[in-house]
């Protein structure tokens, strides 16, 4: 295949993070929720068994995409309250 015809992204959890990120953007609390557990579903996938321990850790990208997540929450919960 050549160079540029490869994805960009190897994996779901990246297009779902690229995702959430837009959602984000957007200021759209209701899908970047909806991203973010998906996020969750596509990292924590085929991981198995009842004694299975994460060992995968989040990017930078994944972790700030969840932090601008709970940010965003807090101030729409605010313009909610006034």
């Known amino acids: ?3 540029a015809n490869k ?3 190897q994996r779901l959890s990246d297009l779902v993070t690229q995702a959430m990120r837009l959602a984000l953007d957007q200021k759209d609390v209701a ?3 909806i991203l973010s557990r998906a996020l ?7 991981a198995g068994g ?5 060992r995968r850790e989040m990017s930078d990208d994944v972790n700030k995409a969840l932090d601008d997540l709970i940010a965003l929450k807090k101030a729409a919960k605010g313009k909610l309250q006034r």
């Not at 969750?40 to 085929?46: G, K, W």
């Open 1 to 3: 295949m050549p160079e």
């Open 7 to 9: 994805k960009q992204y």
């Open 31 to 33: 899908i970047a929720d």
């Open 40 to 46: 969750e579903m596509s990292l924590t996938r085929n």
């Open 50 to 54: 009842r004694d299975f321990l994460e």
